[in-house]
């Protein structure tokens, strides 16, 4: 069993930055791709950025030039910095890792969600 434990969300002025978290812990033998997805009121879940086991890196364009994924492997932890937050950036965002559990089966896991609110 994987879980994932998030943190870093909260309330910002638009233009403003935040700095997400997501911890993976439990029967973990290797992680292969991690990243971001986000779901705003109304809306479907759309990916904001993933990050392979290489370290190659995939953006929603909407994000580009503003957010940065990176992983920490010795942690199994991924995080998001969001610089130059909009409004439209609300939404509640969600880790999403997959992998190989210690009995080589595939896992997917989700985390619980943190909400990000960009306003003034």
């Known amino acids: 069993q994987v879980y994932l434990v998030e943190s870093g969300g909260g309330l910002v002025p638009p233009g403003g930055s935040l700095r997400l978290s997501c911890a993976a812990s439990g029967s973990i033998f290797s992680i292969n791709a991690m990243g971001w997805y986000r779901q705003a009121p109304g809306k479907q879940r759309e990916l904001v950025a993933g990050?392979?086991?290489?370290?190659?890196?995939n953006y929603a364009d909407s994000v580009k030039g503003r957010f940065t994924i990176s992983r920490d492997n010795a942690k199994n932890t991924v995080y998001l910095q969001m610089n130059s937050l909009k409004p439209e950036d609300t939404a509640v965002y969600y880790c999403?890792?997959?992998?190989?559990?210690?009995?080589?089966?595939?896992?997917?896991?989700w985390g619980q969600g943190t909400q990000v609110t960009v306003s003034s």
């Open positions: 990050i392979g086991n290489g370290g190659s890196t």
């Open positions: 999403n890792v997959f992998g190989l559990l210690v009995t080589r089966t595939r896992f997917e896991s």
